[in-house]
């Protein structure tokens, strides 16, 4: 079991362009979410899709969007990049009925200048 | 809504010594309560959860926590603090209302000295 796979690991942009991080989840786990940390800080709730859907939603604008394939592997896209939006994207996968906790990936260190 | 507050932002001990990281929590709901550590510049890992079975909640690497309703609170600790527990710690909380979003804490830097 690979657990939660994000990719890339690292990444630089340039402000006002646009990202799209991967993450395909934890064998059996049909829920992906994704948070934000920025350094030094706590991650924070971005989005979480299930069944191809944005489930729930963070306090982030509508620069951050996502995707969810039939597969159950997601994709974080940011538009319009800022400055601030440098951090560490944390992908959690979990089961639909909740409560288990959720497995995390390594993250992608996103750095914008 | 839910939050958690984590009162400690550094705790120092020596290694062999008894560990005790703070956490008080708040939610709308019957919460599930989480600990995660995070390792430099990796991902987060579970340490524990409490989903309203035992109060006291038995994890990885000799970590445990207490679940008290009345306290509102989640403490974690270890008997004997080993040098590679040096990380920061999170508290987090789920409420179980159909979503499992967690609501994290800001943190734990647990700094362990030979």
């Known amino acids: 079991d690979a657990g939660v796979t994000q990719s890339p690991t690292h990444l630089i942009k340039t402000r006002g362009q646009q990202v799209t991080l991967r993450c395909s989840p934890k064998?059996?786990?049909?829920?992906v979410s994704w948070y934000q940390q920025a350094l030094g800080q706590g991650p924070q709730f971005i989005f979480q899709y299930y069944e191809e859907e944005e489930r729930q939603r963070g306090n982030f604008p509508d620069r951050f969007s996502g995707h969810q394939f039939p597969n159950y592997s997601s994709e974080l896209n940011v538009n319009a990049l800022l400055l601030g939006d440098s951090a560490l994207y944390l992908c959690?996968?979990?089961?639909?009925?909740?409560?288990?906790?959720?497995?995390f990936g390594q993250g992608t260190r996103l750095t914008v200048v | 809504a839910q939050s958690v507050t984590q009162l400690d932002s550094h705790v120092s001990v020596s290694e062999g010594t008894p560990v005790l990281l703070r956490c008080n929590y708040s939610?709308?709901?019957?919460?599930?309560l989480f600990w995660y550590v995070q390792h430099p510049n990796k991902g987060l890992q579970l340490l524990l959860k409490?989903?309203?079975?035992?109060?006291l909640v038995k994890g990885i690497n000799g970590f445990e926590a207490e679940f008290k309703k009345s306290e509102t609170s989640f403490h974690l600790t270890k008997p004997s603090a080993h040098m590679s527990d040096a990380a920061e710690y999170f508290c987090?909380?789920?409420?179980?209302?159909?979503?499992?979003?967690?609501?994290f804490g800001k943190g734990t830097m647990l700094l362990v000295s030979p």
């Open positions: 987090v909380v789920s409420s179980n209302s159909g979503y499992s979003t967690l609501t």
């Open positions: 939610s709308s709901y019957s919460p599930s």
């Open positions: 959690a996968s979990s089961l639909v009925t909740g409560g288990s906790g959720a497995f």
């Open positions: 409490y989903t309203s079975a035992a109060t």
């Open positions: 064998s059996g786990h049909d829920t």
